[in-house]
């Protein structure tokens, strides 16, 4: 006799980069498991490993997680977390009241279901002249860990040139698919410094996961709107 087999329920989002439609099931046991063993590393990349495996593990779609842009995995990751302990975490705010030593922290509550995407315009379009524009791609975990930013120049260009979707020539499209790697790093190599600077600030730009609330210290006037982004301050 075999034992009975749990059916999970299946959910569906919108991924915000692309607005495509997923289907997903909440984390089970053993994905709690990946990211309690995560935490005990104290290392923000062993842990959005560890939540991108998670989001892989319960995607039901077929799509590429190391594709997904930082914002679409801190989204997705919320939402399998709201759907699979609670919508409620709890967090806490470093705070010495001055009129109770005891207490050193507020606590608050954060609702995931209220968590938005702000910036989710950015325009991905930069103007390098009239005739020529850089179309770039919203950045991977994997991309902006390898980012080293200098006087707000990308000083390492071979990454920018990934981020680069395509080049338009007035009526001509070049998409980088067709080009070498090294074709991207000449053209790039032939823009001033201010034309790099105006491709960088989509990067400054890039869409984030957003919670903002009111925090109140009961036992002195303290009082303070507190803006929780990206996943380290929701999660890690």
Known sequence: MTLPTIVTPIY????PSTNKSIKYRPFLVKEEK??????????IVDNIETIKQIIENCILSNINVNNLSTFDIEYIFIQLRSKSVGNIII???????????DQKQIKFNVDL???TIENNNTNN???????ISVALRYPTFNTLESIDVTNNIISDINILAKSIDYITDGNIKHDSADYTHDDIIDFLEALT???????????DNIPTTEFNTNIKCQSC???KDIKITGITDFFV
């Open 12 to 15: 569906k989002l919108i991924i």
């Open 193 to 203: 410094s201010k034309q790099i600077k105006d491709i960088y600030r989509f990067f």
């Open 125 to 131: 379009i930069i103007k390098i002249n009239d005739d």
């Open 221 to 223: 006037d303290f009082n």
């Open 34 to 43: 990946l990211l309690l063993m995560a935490k005990e590393t104290d290392s």
């Open 113 to 115: 279901d209220k968590v």
């Open 91 to 101: 967090l806490n705010y470093e705070h010495d009241c001055p009129n109770n030593e």
